[in-house]
Antibody, heavy 122, light 111 residues
Framework: EVQLLESGGGLVQPGGSLRLSCAAS????????MTWVRQAPGKGLEWVSA????????YNADSVKGRFTISRDESKNTVYLQMNSLRAEDTAIYYC???????????????WGQGTLVTVSS | QTVVTQEPSFSVSPGGTVTLTCGLS?????????PTWYQQTPGQAPRTLIY???TRSSGVPDRFSGSILGNKAALTITGAQADDECDYYC???????????FGGGTKLTVL
Protein backbone atom coordinates (compact mmCIF):
# COMPACT_ATOMS: atom_id res chain seq x y z
CA GLU A 1 0.00 0.00 0.00
CA VAL A 2 1.36 3.40 -0.99
CA GLN A 3 1.80 5.64 2.05
CA LEU A 4 3.06 9.21 2.21
CA LEU A 5 3.61 10.89 5.56
CA GLU A 6 4.43 14.59 5.70
CA SER A 7 6.09 16.25 8.67
CA GLY A 8 7.96 19.41 9.58
CA GLY A 9 5.18 21.96 9.50
CA GLY A 10 4.69 24.55 12.19
CA LEU A 11 4.68 28.24 13.03
CA VAL A 12 7.47 30.37 11.58
CA GLN A 13 8.06 34.09 11.41
CA PRO A 14 8.08 35.98 8.11
CA GLY A 15 11.51 35.73 6.53
CA GLY A 16 12.21 32.45 8.31
CA SER A 17 12.91 28.96 7.02
CA LEU A 18 11.36 25.53 7.38
CA ARG A 19 12.07 22.10 5.90
CA LEU A 20 9.21 19.75 5.18
CA SER A 21 9.69 16.00 4.84
CA CYS A 22 7.58 13.37 3.14
CA ALA A 23 8.38 9.77 4.06
CA ALA A 24 7.28 7.28 1.44
CA SER A 25 6.58 3.57 1.72
CA UNK A 26 4.84 0.79 -0.18
CA UNK A 27 6.57 1.35 -3.52
CA UNK A 28 10.01 1.58 -5.15
CA UNK A 29 10.78 5.18 -4.28
CA UNK A 30 13.29 5.91 -7.04
CA UNK A 31 10.85 4.85 -9.75
CA UNK A 32 8.44 7.70 -9.19
CA UNK A 33 8.36 11.46 -9.47
CA MET A 34 7.15 13.36 -6.43
CA THR A 35 5.57 16.72 -5.90
CA TRP A 36 4.43 19.24 -3.29
CA VAL A 37 1.01 20.91 -3.54
CA ARG A 38 -0.34 23.45 -1.07
CA GLN A 39 -3.73 24.72 0.00
CA ALA A 40 -4.15 28.02 1.81
CA PRO A 41 -6.94 28.13 4.42
CA GLY A 42 -10.30 28.11 2.67
CA LYS A 43 -8.68 28.25 -0.78
CA GLY A 44 -8.00 25.91 -3.67
CA LEU A 45 -5.02 23.74 -4.51
CA GLU A 46 -1.77 25.22 -5.82
CA TRP A 47 1.09 23.22 -7.31
CA VAL A 48 4.44 24.16 -5.71
CA SER A 49 7.37 21.95 -6.76
CA ALA A 50 8.13 18.60 -8.38
CA UNK A 51 11.12 16.30 -8.78
CA UNK A 52 11.79 13.41 -11.13
CA UNK A 53 12.37 9.89 -9.88
CA UNK A 54 16.11 10.21 -10.41
CA UNK A 55 16.21 13.57 -8.67
CA UNK A 56 17.95 15.02 -11.71
CA UNK A 57 15.14 17.34 -12.76
CA UNK A 58 13.19 19.74 -10.59
CA TYR A 59 10.33 22.10 -11.31
CA ASN A 60 9.09 25.09 -9.33
CA ALA A 61 6.08 27.37 -9.51
CA ASP A 62 6.89 31.02 -10.14
CA SER A 63 5.45 31.89 -6.73
CA VAL A 64 8.22 29.97 -4.94
CA LYS A 65 11.09 30.13 -7.43
CA GLY A 66 14.32 31.17 -5.75
CA ARG A 67 12.88 30.54 -2.27
CA PHE A 68 11.85 26.86 -2.18
CA THR A 69 13.99 23.84 -3.09
CA ILE A 70 12.73 20.30 -3.59
CA SER A 71 15.07 17.35 -3.11
CA ARG A 72 14.96 13.64 -2.40
CA ASP A 73 17.01 11.10 -0.46
CA GLU A 74 16.80 7.59 -1.88
CA SER A 75 18.42 6.06 1.19
CA LYS A 76 15.63 7.42 3.37
CA ASN A 77 12.74 7.16 0.87
CA THR A 78 12.02 10.78 1.64
CA VAL A 79 11.34 13.91 -0.38
CA TYR A 80 12.00 17.33 1.12
CA LEU A 81 10.86 20.88 0.59
CA GLN A 82 13.28 23.49 1.90
CA MET A 83 11.39 26.74 2.29
CA ASN A 84 13.31 29.99 2.79
CA SER A 85 12.30 33.64 2.95
CA LEU A 86 8.81 32.60 4.01
CA ARG A 87 5.92 35.02 3.59
CA ALA A 88 2.45 35.23 5.11
CA GLU A 89 1.00 34.07 1.78
CA ASP A 90 2.92 30.79 2.10
CA THR A 91 0.61 29.82 4.97
CA ALA A 92 -1.07 26.60 3.86
CA ILE A 93 -1.40 22.87 4.26
CA TYR A 94 1.40 21.30 2.25
CA TYR A 95 0.69 17.93 0.66
CA CYS A 96 3.17 15.61 -1.00
CA UNK A 97 2.00 13.36 -3.81
CA UNK A 98 3.41 10.63 -6.04
CA UNK A 99 3.35 10.52 -9.81
CA UNK A 100 2.70 7.71 -12.24
CA UNK A 101 6.30 7.06 -13.22
CA UNK A 102 9.88 8.25 -13.06
CA UNK A 103 9.34 11.28 -15.29
CA UNK A 104 7.60 14.24 -13.72
CA UNK A 105 6.67 15.92 -16.97
CA UNK A 106 3.13 15.06 -17.94
CA UNK A 107 2.47 12.82 -14.98
CA UNK A 108 -0.66 12.82 -12.90
CA UNK A 109 -0.29 13.16 -9.15
CA UNK A 110 -2.25 10.15 -7.94
CA UNK A 111 -1.28 9.20 -4.37
CA TRP A 112 -1.42 11.88 -1.70
CA GLY A 113 -0.38 12.26 1.92
CA GLN A 114 -2.51 13.86 4.62
CA GLY A 115 -0.57 17.12 4.64
CA THR A 116 1.29 19.28 7.15
CA LEU A 117 0.30 22.80 8.15
CA VAL A 118 2.71 25.69 7.73
CA THR A 119 1.78 28.99 9.36
CA VAL A 120 3.86 32.08 8.63
CA SER A 121 3.09 34.77 11.15
CA SER A 122 4.78 37.10 13.59
CA GLN B 1 -1.16 34.10 -17.44
CA THR B 2 -2.61 30.62 -17.77
CA VAL B 3 -5.93 30.18 -15.98
CA VAL B 4 -7.71 26.85 -15.62
CA THR B 5 -11.43 27.40 -15.36
CA GLN B 6 -14.03 25.40 -13.46
CA GLU B 7 -17.63 26.11 -12.57
CA PRO B 8 -17.57 27.63 -9.04
CA SER B 9 -20.64 25.64 -8.07
CA PHE B 10 -23.01 23.07 -9.44
CA SER B 11 -26.12 21.32 -8.19
CA VAL B 12 -27.43 17.85 -8.95
CA SER B 13 -30.40 15.84 -7.74
CA PRO B 14 -29.84 12.54 -5.97
CA GLY B 15 -29.58 9.83 -8.60
CA GLY B 16 -28.97 12.38 -11.31
CA THR B 17 -26.06 12.94 -13.67
CA VAL B 18 -23.75 15.93 -13.65
CA THR B 19 -20.82 16.93 -15.84
CA LEU B 20 -18.17 19.25 -14.43
CA THR B 21 -15.76 20.91 -16.83
CA CYS B 22 -12.15 22.07 -16.81
CA GLY B 23 -11.13 24.60 -19.44
CA LEU B 24 -8.44 27.09 -20.33
CA SER B 25 -8.74 30.86 -20.39
CA UNK B 26 -7.02 30.68 -23.74
CA UNK B 27 -7.03 27.62 -25.96
CA UNK B 28 -8.43 24.11 -25.79
CA UNK B 29 -7.79 21.29 -23.37
CA UNK B 30 -6.52 18.09 -24.94
CA UNK B 31 -5.20 14.74 -23.76
CA UNK B 32 -1.72 16.29 -23.92
CA UNK B 33 -2.63 18.26 -20.81
CA UNK B 34 -3.10 14.94 -18.95
CA PRO B 35 -6.21 16.17 -17.08
CA THR B 36 -6.51 14.84 -13.54
CA TRP B 37 -9.56 15.15 -11.30
CA TYR B 38 -9.69 15.20 -7.50
CA GLN B 39 -12.44 15.03 -4.93
CA GLN B 40 -11.97 16.78 -1.59
CA THR B 41 -14.17 16.76 1.46
CA PRO B 42 -13.61 19.36 4.22
CA GLY B 43 -10.57 18.69 6.35
CA GLN B 44 -9.35 15.83 4.15
CA ALA B 45 -6.60 15.42 1.60
CA PRO B 46 -7.60 15.32 -2.05
CA ARG B 47 -8.63 11.94 -3.40
CA THR B 48 -7.69 11.14 -6.99
CA LEU B 49 -10.66 10.18 -9.14
CA ILE B 50 -9.41 10.34 -12.73
CA TYR B 51 -5.94 10.76 -14.28
CA UNK B 52 -4.66 10.97 -17.85
CA UNK B 53 -8.05 12.24 -19.02
CA UNK B 54 -10.09 9.09 -18.45
CA THR B 55 -8.29 6.51 -16.28
CA ARG B 56 -10.07 5.83 -13.02
CA SER B 57 -7.85 5.66 -9.96
CA SER B 58 -7.85 2.48 -7.92
CA GLY B 59 -11.05 1.97 -5.96
CA VAL B 60 -13.01 4.72 -7.69
CA PRO B 61 -16.50 3.54 -8.70
CA ASP B 62 -17.44 3.57 -12.37
CA ARG B 63 -20.04 6.25 -11.61
CA PHE B 64 -17.12 8.63 -12.17
CA SER B 65 -15.76 9.03 -15.68
CA GLY B 66 -13.47 11.46 -17.45
CA SER B 67 -13.37 12.68 -21.03
CA ILE B 68 -12.68 15.57 -23.37
CA LEU B 69 -15.88 17.35 -24.32
CA GLY B 70 -15.40 19.97 -26.98
CA ASN B 71 -12.50 22.12 -25.84
CA LYS B 72 -12.62 21.13 -22.17
CA ALA B 73 -11.86 18.20 -19.92
CA ALA B 74 -14.95 16.81 -18.26
CA LEU B 75 -15.80 14.79 -15.17
CA THR B 76 -19.17 13.05 -15.31
CA ILE B 77 -20.83 11.68 -12.20
CA THR B 78 -23.80 9.39 -12.73
CA GLY B 79 -26.22 8.25 -10.03
CA ALA B 80 -25.22 11.13 -7.74
CA GLN B 81 -25.19 10.29 -4.04
CA ALA B 82 -25.30 12.45 -0.95
CA ASP B 83 -21.63 11.83 -0.18
CA ASP B 84 -20.65 13.14 -3.62
CA GLU B 85 -21.36 16.58 -2.16
CA CYS B 86 -17.90 18.16 -1.82
CA ASP B 87 -15.29 20.07 -3.84
CA TYR B 88 -13.86 18.86 -7.14
CA TYR B 89 -10.58 20.08 -8.61
CA CYS B 90 -8.91 19.51 -11.93
CA UNK B 91 -5.25 20.02 -12.78
CA UNK B 92 -3.66 20.37 -16.21
CA UNK B 93 -0.05 19.88 -17.26
CA UNK B 94 0.94 22.98 -19.22
CA UNK B 95 4.46 22.04 -20.25
CA UNK B 96 7.75 23.74 -19.63
CA UNK B 97 7.80 27.00 -17.70
CA UNK B 98 4.35 26.67 -16.19
CA UNK B 99 4.04 22.96 -15.49
CA UNK B 100 0.91 22.11 -13.46
CA UNK B 101 -2.04 24.47 -12.98
CA PHE B 102 -5.07 23.71 -10.82
CA GLY B 103 -8.53 24.97 -11.49
CA GLY B 104 -10.29 26.95 -8.80
CA GLY B 105 -12.53 24.01 -7.92
CA THR B 106 -16.24 23.27 -8.16
CA LYS B 107 -18.42 22.95 -5.10
CA LEU B 108 -21.00 20.27 -5.87
CA THR B 109 -24.30 20.22 -4.03
CA VAL B 110 -26.54 17.15 -4.08
CA LEU B 111 -30.13 18.10 -3.33
Amino acid sequence: EVQLLESGGGLVQPGGSLRLSCAASGFTFGSYAMTWVRQAPGKGLEWVSAISGSGGTTYNADSVKGRFTISRDESKNTVYLQMNSLRAEDTAIYYCARGLGRAAAGTGWVYWGQGTLVTVSS
Amino acid sequence: QTVVTQEPSFSVSPGGTVTLTCGLSSGSVSTSHYPTWYQQTPGQAPRTLIYSTNTRSSGVPDRFSGSILGNKAALTITGAQADDECDYYCVLYMGSGIYWVFGGGTKLTVL
